[in-house]
């Protein structure tokens, strides 16, 4: 029986082991996929077969523009898989044995996995949005100039004397414009709210007025205006499983009830319940099905010619399954990202949908191994001609998405693998211990019983041999297996992100290449490209087994700079230990990073030379800056909280003086005292400059006073707040001319931007 000291050393000499590897503890660059580049499989082209619906009368439902449904062929067995780096599937069932050897190799439970509904295998109905108009109508001018239109005459349609300047969405790349729920053309207004797109018409303010209102079977979650093109993201209501029993053959039983209740509350009325009687139904499914699971989103994308606002007219929508990710929009391409988790039911993994047509597995491109594998579809169109591609790859999760003017980069987390830092442990162990123990060991691991009782028995084997050493050979084990382990614990990460990455050329997205860093990325500004260079700052914990057999997790932040292959060429690591990123903004050759813990760290970063970034700037003050947004070429300003004792603080914003990267300084600074946080902080679209009027704005909230829109001008280097514009729940906010529109999810406050006085208001849940 071991005694206390031989338990005690047992498990930092072996448990230790399996505890780091359960805890998640990944090898730093012991995986790296060999990098190469070609095309992936051609996708589909597709044209709308009618891009002349006809427009929607005033609450009429009217028939959808959606292209038939198409069907994939499976390819023949003979059809070649390996194309470049990415490769196809010769059939479906190598497409289930690849997802089954990813989940067999996983620590994590396979529960999840056993689910699914019958909205995967259930074609996926798009509902008809309609469009509601109010009398009277008017008529919009056309948003795309022709070669023979002057701008001095689309300014004589908006009854101006010159056209206003007006503002566009907050995006990361210029060019690269992204979905936001407010999008404004310098006239018309376009609010996401819920099931409906409200349109308003906004300049002049004087005839502030609700133009029409789009509804949809779902939550609207981004638009994009492309000229006369009106461009929608939806995703419609999940399809939640039926109550089924499997039978033989294929067969299910589908039992249905139905209760439909009806109130009207005008006096003298009554009640009326009807109840559908259930019924039994057997049907033929040719895939296995469970009786209960997850719900299965899809993504719905809308497109309305909206030359004349007042009655938007649908010329194309498409739907793909999978939950809505994000979207960007390059020229007249939109790129729709969306993601759906892959499940695995038996020998049944449900397929990826277009327009309710499973995509072939011949048309899947696969991207190499992976812990957990998500069918992401990328479904570019183009709004002017219609014409769409469906591009499907099976990669990791889709968590993070940075796209420049040619390429998109996906980021996927994965966490430590017990098998991998077993693996790496037992090899260092292995020479130290007795050659008859190592020997029967090393012959377990490799004998073919399940992963677990190979673990169970190896433990079992070296847990014998410790029981029989003396008290003072046991602890000299212990310290030299602790040593050997924590030396080895020590080099590696809890953490990595494995990056893909795809060019972007015109309705062709094409995987090109596929790499990893240590660590989690923050947000979408963690990333960028430059120079022909991917550069990512990440947050990585590595942990450390100490003598005590405790294991312990250190933070570390780092900046990592990698070729178009996803090759790691340069790496600056370890800053700021026992923090994480809060913020990072890349200008060219330079990067300035945010790392928080009770004080804020801002790093000044030269990455001139992408084989040795280095620090050359560092300043701290009290608080931390959650956005950060260039000004000029001397400034940079930070959003985010003052500090204090123990908790965040007030709103703040910083002026940063960069001239000097080495040195930096904080000229000014605005703390609003009355708000403690903002949706810019988890939306950088809800930040707003006028630089040519010197102010910034941004919503506030959660304070002792109203909810607003907060606007600091900028004195020549010196911050001053103008003043809050009151609007609860305000989200974003524009400027067309000379007045700035404050936009909530219920109403749109005007003001003039010279003193803030508010012009009109208008609210946008009034019919």
């Known amino acids: 029986m071991l005694t206390w000291t031989s338990r005690y050393a047992l498990v930092v000499a072996l448990v230790a082991i399996v505890l780091a590897g359960a805890l998640g503890t990944l090898v730093a660059g012991v995986w790296r996929p060999s990098v190469q580049t070609s095309q992936t499989s051609t996708p589909r082209l597709s044209t709308p077969t009618n891009t002349s619906t006809p427009q929607h009368p005033a609450g009429v439902s009217t028939s959808s523009s959606r292209p038939p449904a198409r069907t994939s062929s499976p390819p023949p067995a003979t059809q070649p898989v390996v194309q470049g780096f990415a490769r196809t599937f010769r059939s479906y069932e190598e497409l289930v044995n690849v997802v089954k050897e990813s989940l067999s190799s996983s620590r994590f439970s396979l529960a999840a996995d056993t689910l699914t509904t019958l909205g995967f295998v259930t074609p996926i109905v798009t509902v008809t949005p309609t469009a509601t108009v109010p009398s009277p109508k008017t008529v919009a001018i056309p948003l795309i100039l022709s070669s023979k239109q002057s701008v001095e005459g689309v300014a004589a349609e908006y009854g101006v004397g010159r056209a206003p300047a007006f503002s566009k969405t907050n995006v990361q790349v210029a060019g690269v414009d992204e979905a936001d729920i407010v999008k404004t053309d310098g006239k018309y207004i376009y609010v996401a709210r819920g099931n409906e797109v409200v349109v308003v018409k906004a300049y002049p303010p004087s005839s502030l007025g609700v133009e029409c209102r789009i509804k949809f079977n779902g939550s609207v979650r981004g638009l994009f205006i492309a000229g006369n093109r009106l461009v929608v993201i939806v995703m419609p209501l999940p399809i939640m499983p039926l109550a089924i029993a499997e039978t033989t053959a294929g067969e299910v039983t589908v039992i249905k009830t139905v209760t439909i209740t009806r109130t009207v509350t005008a006096p003298g009325t009554t009640t009326t319940t009807a109840t559908t009687p259930p019924s039994t139904t057997t049907v033929r499914i040719p895939l296995p099905v469970t009786p209960w699971g997850p719900p299965s989103y899809n993504t719905t994308v809308y497109v309305y010619d909206v030359s004349s606002v007042g009655s938007p007219k649908l010329v194309l929508n498409v739907s793909v399954s999978g939950q809505y990710v994000t979207s960007r929009m390059i020229g007249d391409c939109v790129y729709v990202i969306a993601s759906m988790p892959i499940k695995l039911v038996k020998d049944y993994v449900p397929l990826p949908t277009i327009n309710g047509a499973p995509v072939s597995p011949s048309r899947i491109a696969f991207l190499g191994p992976d812990v957990r594998y998500t069918f992401t579809t990328v479904l570019a169109i183009n709004v002017r001609d219609l014409k769409y591609l469906d591009n499907v790859f099976m990669v990791g999760s889709s968590a993070w998405v940075y796209v420049s003017t040619s ?270 946080c903002s949706p810019l902080f988890r939306d950088h679209k809800a930040f707003l400059i006028n630089p040519e009027k010197g102010y910034i704005a941004f919503p506030v909230a959660c304070g002792r006073a109203v909810d607003g829109v907060a606007v600091v001008e900028d004195g020549d280097g010196f911050l001053r707040l103008k003043g809050v514009v009151p609007l609860p729940g305000g989200v974003r906010e524009l400027y067309i001319g000379d007045y700035m529109y404050a936009v909530s999810h219920v109403a749109i406050k005007v003001v003039s931007d010279k003193d803030l006085g508010e012009v009109a208001q208008i609210s946008l849940t009034t019919r």
């Not at 340069?570 to 945010?594: H, K, Q, T, W």
């Not at 500090?643 to 990267?661: E, H, N, Q």
């Open 407 to 676: 390429n998109m980069y996906i980021l996927s987390p994965r966490w430590a693998e017990f098998r991998d830092v077993f693996t790496e442990v037992v090899k260092a162990l292995l020479p130290k211990l007795p050659g008859d123990v190592s020997a029967r060991v090393e012959g377990v691991l490799n004998s073919s019983a399940p992963w677990s009782i190979k673990v169970r028995r190896a433990a079992d084997i070296v847990a014998d041999w410790f029981n029989r050493l003396s008290r003072e050979e046991r602890l000299k084990v212990l310290r030299e297996y602790t040593k050997t382990v924590n030396d080895v614990i020590r080099g590696l990460s809890l953490d990595e992100t494995v990056i893909y990455r795809f060019s972007l050329r015109g309705l062709n997205v094409t995987a090109e290449a596929k790499g990893a860093v240590p660590g989690m990325v923050l947000d979408q500004f963690s990333m960028d490209e430059y120079g022909g260079y991917f550069r990512v700052a990440t947050t990585s914990r590595n942990y450390v087994v100490e003598g005590s057999g405790w294991v312990r997790a250190k933070r570390f932040n780092n900046v990592y700079i990698l070729d178009m292959n996803l090759t790691v060429v340069g790496r600056l690591e370890g800053l700021a230990p026992g923090e994480r990123v809060y913020a990072a903004r890349y200008l060219g050759d330079l990067m300035y990073l945010v790392t928080y813990r009770s004080i804020d760290p801002l790093f000044g970063i030269d990455l001139s030379n992408p084989r040795e970034p280095k620090v050359i700037g560092f300043l701290k003050i009290p608080g931390y800056s959650e956005y950060l947004h260039p000004y000029g070429d001397k400034y940079l300003i930070g959003v985010g909280y003052s500090g204090g004792s123990g908790f965040r603080g007030c709103v703040k914003v910083s002026l940063f003086d960069i001239s000097d990267p080495s040195n930096i300084t904080e000229v000014s600074k605005v703390v609003l005292k009355d708000y403690h």
